[in-house]
């Protein structure tokens, strides 16, 4: 059975800072890594990573896959009130269309 | 990408009655997943929902309380059956994309 597992479960962190997020896996026959940001109750993708070593970047986070070690981390910099939410790992495997989730890690940033 | 429309957005029910949740999707998809999100859990897949055939469940959850209809490419529907406190929960329908998954609007489901 797949196993996503993040850390930390939880953060709280003051505007300006930078977060670093923690995603492992195991899963036969990787296929994809996915990371998601739910606010309220809908998560909306923020990258999909597939290959080891290249980092995806969007604004202020970015995200990097180690397919040797079996982990992913997601970095948010100058972090803003309006980051404060759940952040999501999902694996897939190939072959299976669907997605195992971590638990998550809510982060809370301060004013 | 993928416009997904769920709905209802939220519901209080009474427990032992019957809720049907839908999702439209502006596109034709092979594929819905259905997804429950437990106060302060992550999601955990429910079923898959194939277009004329039945929906394929996971570990845990059976047709009985969860029947799924798929009636075309672009519409599915959850119903929860027989609701106890415990199901309480968000309700998530999903579809992918180029291999991204996108989610409808959710669904807050409050049993009492």
């Known amino acids: 059975e797949d196993k996503v597992v993040q850390s930390p479960l939880s953060l709280v962190v003051h505007e300006g800072d930078t977060v670093t997020l923690n995603c492992s896996y195991e899963?036969?026959?990787?296929?994809?890594l996915l990371w998601y940001k739910q606010e309220k109750k809908a998560p909306t993708f923020l990258f999909m990573l597939?290959?080891?070593?290249i980092e995806k970047k969007s604004g202020r986070l970015s995200s990097i896959l180690d397919k040797k070690e079996l982990f992913s981390i997601l970095n948010i910099t100058a972090t803003q009130t309006g980051d404060s939410a759940i952040y999501l790992c999902a694996v897939e495997a190939i072959g299976d269309y669907k997605l195992s989730f971590g638990a998550g890690t809510t982060v809370t940033v301060r004013a | 990408s993928a416009v997904i429309s769920q709905k209802p957005s939220r519901d209080i029910c009474q427990r032992g009655t019957s809720l049907t949740i839908q999702c439209q999707v502006d596109?034709?998809?092979?594929?819905m997943f259905w997804y429950r999100q437990q106060p302060g859990q992550s999601l955990t897949l429910i079923a898959t929902a194939n277009q004329g055939s039945e929906a394929t469940y996971e570990s845990g959850f059976v047709i009985d309380k969860f029947p799924i209809s798929r009636p075309n490419l672009t519409f599915s529907t959850l119903t929860v059956s027989n609701m106890s406190p415990e199901d309480s929960s968000i309700y998530l329908c999903?579809?992918?994309?180029?291999?991204?998954?996108?989610f409808g609007q959710g669904t807050r489901l409050t049993v009492v």
């Open positions: 597939t290959s080891s070593g």
């Open positions: 999903s579809v992918k994309a180029a291999s991204e998954a996108f």
């Open positions: 899963v036969t026959n990787f296929r994809s």
């Open positions: 596109s034709q998809v092979t594929m």
